[in-house]
């Protein structure tokens, strides 16, 4: 099957004059693929973000979704409802006074007849884990809560794609672990694919492939056990790697021979425990 | 914390008044704000009163919380009713002393003009008391579709409203916190005469405004994202439907009316 | 200028239907010079606590002393303490109003009544300290700025109170790693060099694991512990059960311990591990 996004030579300018923010991006995301996007705060991968579901047409290049191509003024619709997208803040992106009128609002924009609505709004906030809160007020929610419902009201819509633009920068440790596994989940049981954009390695870990952005173009792309070994580069591209991918390197350069490709705690344990741990 | 603030005055209890279609509950509700004004006894009054009564019994509303929307209109009622009282000068007088001069018509005046605004307020108590803020909104966005006609923006108004109401608790808490840090940077917000508070105000008001357009731009984006593109072709989850019970209400008040009108005749 | 808290409990909307305990009897001591680093999950009161600190909330019940006077008496002058103890609020940069950058530093010593000459000191003096160029960015809009750089003005505007002890309510939350180490590093030089008592409230253990010299641990509204880095992050076993974890090395540190290797239980910083794994290494490796 054809890949689900296609972005193909893109260049992005805000304003005619002002120096581009993305410059010849060319980047292919597969359905089902869970794609992190990874860059400083100004390196333009919300930009790119907003390119993917037509918010942006690309003064270059083009971008396709789901076969579609953004510049098609006719076809907006039909790619918003293919690759749907989730904000940063939580607030910000919340229309309703009630959760389930929330989750609506993208089904009513769609034309979608009434009756057919509870059954769609209802599976969507189960799938997120939120049908306790139908009836809650979303100002009584807490922010992990509120990208939730922000998720079901996209689901609802029945997309293909999830666009995440940011969506744990401004949550806190817990929030942001349960809007991670909550898109996974979606990702693994659904087949939806995710272009997860952020700016936590941990987060990046945790996907298939990783894109890293600065400046406006590509800097590196490949697996995350690939783009950390690269610690010097990523951190002069303002970000970091994981603790223990750190670890791995300093221990290497005390002379323990443990791969430089470890990401988590649990490897990191194995790793070491290969080389210390009591034989019995 | 703010967060916990009730909007607007709505009473939320389940009752056969709070259950009326919000369209035909702000029809009745100036249908019997015309009906008030057609009172022209006493005895009109005491039917109106009773009939306010019996819907408040029916609403599950305590009768004092329409009273109590009254307190704080009670310096305009004085003034309305000494008004009539002393100023008109028309009609057989009744007392005369000194340069206070009362006849009977400023007082059947001023009685009837405080009474009828007593009324207004209690009978549009009993609309916003019964409908929730949202379902108000539905209504008059209902009420106005018709003019969509003659291109009035009756889906943007709705939507408007309901956005607003949105964001009431969030700019409420925001404003709570921009006010707490300007406090910790030395701001003064509660001392000095008018001028000067009112130029406190601008360290809260500016931030204020920068996030609520902030939020706008965010808000825009999001529903675009989500495909919103105005009133068009859209469908609603919440669907407003007359039922039986909006009839009873219809034939209720029809009732009331006809029953001022007879009474307008008899007496 | 030690802090004291006595039994301090802070109920929201106290009588109504919507009454909630923020904090419950809380009692705490606060020395000159400490880092303090309050950790806990959103909803434990953390930043209740911390806006009691300069009186921007009255206990419901309890006390609290600033150099051994009561905050919220009756002849307590607020303003003088609230110079005092200066507050960050979380994205500070949200509360930016003025015309330039100058002038926005300039809004907390100007409600001091200070001179002109004196404020303008200031302001030179917290744009240094937060690493902002004076003659490059005093007479810009604070609006045009980057994010990062206006959360440092708004961190500018509060250090120009010159205030002793320091509050920041999650300085670095919506950053990235530049940006949160730029703040964190500015933290840092004011607490060693410039003598500041710094009070952080934090969700990162790992920054904090690397600061603070005591860290005070919230739950449901109360301090369930309080004690050094060491201290705390030793006691994996009860972080977890406040869903607040510990920094990766000390959790690599503790599975480690669990499959035999025999490393000493209060190991939390990357640094401690790598010196203790490769001595280690050492003993067992060959060459």
């Known amino acids: 099957m054809d890949e689900r996004i296609k972005v193909d030579q893109v260049s992005f300018t805000y304003e005619e004059g002002a120096d581009p923010a993305l410059t010849s991006i060319d980047m292919k995301v597969q359905p089902g693929e869970f794609v992190a996007v990874l860059g400083h705060n100004g390196s333009g991968k919300s930009t790119l973000a907003k390119l993917l579901n037509a918010l942006y047409i690309p003064t270059e290049g083009a971008v396709i979704v789901c076969g579609l191509d953004t510049r098609d003024e006719s076809r907006v619709w039909d790619i918003r409802q293919q690759a749907g997208m989730i904000f940063q803040n939580p607030d910000n992106q919340i229309v309703a006074t009630v959760v389930k009128e929330d989750v609506a609002f993208g089904l009513e924009n769609l034309g979608v007849p009434t009756e057919d609505m509870p059954a769609r709004i209802e599976s969507a906030l189960a799938a997120v884990r939120m049908n306790e809160f139908a009836d809650s007020a979303p100002h009584m929610l807490s922010g992990g809560q509120k990208q939730r419902v922000a998720i079901a009201g996209i689901l609802a819509m029945e997309p293909s794609v999830i666009i995440a633009d940011e969506a744990t920068a401004m949550l806190d440790p817990s929030g942001r672990k349960e809007v991670l596994d909550t898109v996974r989940r979606l990702n693994r049981q659904k087949g939806i694919t995710v272009v997860w954009i952020t700016h936590f390695m941990e987060e990046a870990a945790q996907a298939d492939r990783v894109v890293v952005v600065n400046q406006g173009r590509i800097a590196r792309m490949g697996s995350p056990r690939e783009v950390f070994q690269h610690i010097d580069e990523m951190r002069d591209l303002h970000l970091d790697v994981p603790h223990m991918t750190a670890l791995a390197a300093e221990l290497r350069k005390g002379g323990m021979p443990i791969p430089q490709d470890v990401l988590t705690v649990e490897e990191m344990a194995q790793e070491v425990c290969k080389l210390l741990c009591p034989s019995d | ?267 | 200028m030690p802090i004291r808290l006595n039994n301090v409990t802070h109920t929201y909307s106290e009588g109504s239907a919507f009454q909630a305990t923020a904090i419950r009897g809380v009692n705490l001591t606060i020395e000159d010079g400490e880092f303090i680093a309050v950790i806990g999950h959103t909803g434990s009161g953390k930043s209740t606590l911390v806006q009691h600190l300069n009186g921007l909330l009255k206990p419901t019940d309890g006390q609290i002393l600033i150099d051994g006077e009561d905050l919220n008496g009756e002849k307590t002058d607020r303003r003088r303490i609230r110079q005092k103890v200066g507050l960050v609020f979380q994205y500070p940069e949200y509360q930016l109003f003025e015309e330039t950058v100058a002038k926005d530093i300039a809004f907390g010593p100007k409600n001091l009544g200070l001179s002109d000459e004196e404020i303008d000191q200031r302001v030179r003096r917290a744009m240094a300290h937060v690493h902002l160029d004076y003659d490059k960015y005093a007479e810009r809009s604070p609006f045009e700025l980057s994010g990062g750089q206006m959360r440092r003005v708004a961190i500018a505007g509060v250090l120009a109170m010159e205030p002793k002890v320091l509050i920041l309510d999650e300085p670095t939350a919506g950053l990235d790693p530049k940006g949160r180490d730029r703040i964190l590093s500015m933290v840092r030089d004011l607490h060693a060099q410039g003598g500041v008592t710094v009070i952080m409230v934090s969700h990162s253990m790992d920054d904090v694991a690397r600061l603070a010299t005591r860290l005070i641990v919230m739950s449901k509204g109360e301090v369930v512990a309080t004690g050094t880095p060491r201290e705390i992050f030793r006691q994996v076993e009860m972080m977890e059960k406040i869903h607040l974890g510990v920094p990766e090395a000390a959790k690599l540190c503790a599975v480690l311990r669990e499959k035999g290797i025999d490393l000493p239980d209060d190991l939390y910083t990357p640094d401690q591990l790598r010196e203790a794994l490769l001595a280690k290494w050492k003993e067992v490796s060959p060459c």
């Open chain 2, 1 to 267: 914390m703010l967060k916990n603030i009730t909007m607007g005055q709505y009473y939320p209890v389940d009752s056969f008044v709070h259950r009326l279609d919000p369209r035909i509950k702000i029809v009745l509700t100036i249908a019997f704000i015309v009906a008030v004004f057609m009172v022209h006894s006493l005895v009109g009054y005491a039917i109106v009163l009773g009939f306010v009564y019996l819907t408040s019994r029916m609403a599950n509303i305590p009768f004092r919380m329409l009273t109590k929307g009254l307190k704080p209109l009670r310096f305009i009622l004085v003034l309305t009713f000494l008004l009539n009282l002393f100023f008109s000068t028309e009609g057989t007088t009744l007392i005369r002393l000194g340069f206070i001069h009362i006849t009977h018509q400023g007082l059947s005046q001023a009685v009837h003009y405080s009474l009828r605004l007593m009324f207004l307020v209690v009978g549009t108590s009993l609309l916003t008391l019964t409908t929730s803020p949202i379902m108000l909104s539905d209504g008059i966005e209902m009420l106005l579709s018709p003019l969509k006609r003659f291109h009035f923006p009756a889906h943007e108004l709705g939507m408007m409203m309901s956005i607003a109401l949105r964001f009431i608790p969030t700019l409420l808490e925001e404003t709570d916190k921009i006010q707490k840090a300007q406090m910790a940077r030395g701001a003064d917000f509660e001392s000095g005469n008018l001028l000067q508070r009112a130029k406190a105000m601008v360290p809260l008001l500016v931030p204020l405004f920068v996030s609520a357009f902030r939020r706008a731009g965010d808000l825009a984006m999001a529903m675009e994202a989500r495909c919103y593109h105005g009133g068009e072709h859209r469908t609603r989850l919440r669907v407003l439907k007359i039922t039986q019970k909006d009839f009873i209400a219809c034939a209720a008040m029809a009732g009331l009316i006809l029953l001022i009108v007879v009474e307008g005749i008899i007496l």
